[in-house]
């Protein structure tokens, strides 16, 4: 699913309680394949919305922890 989609489309939503509310909230995760061919996340990450900021923030954050 996720492989076919293109950075264009607006990432998966999931359901949160924020402050007695339910709301959607944009979630996206990455996965990384270590040599062995095991996966594993290396990040997740849900906020308000999909947009440029969120997805730099979330790339930001990996770099920082030496994944970039």
Do not use: H, Y
Request: a positive charge; one cysteine or more.
């Amino acid at each position: 699913m996720v492989r076919s989609r293109t950075c264009s489309q607006t990432p998966p939503t999931s359901k949160a309680r924020v402050q007695g509310r339910v709301v959607l909230r944009a979630v996206i995760i990455a996965r990384g394949i270590r040599q062995d061919g095991a996966r594993e996340v290396l990040g997740l990450r849900a906020g308000d919305s999909g947009n440029a900021v969120f997805w730099a923030e979330f790339f930001r954050s990996l770099k920082e922890r030496g994944l970039g």
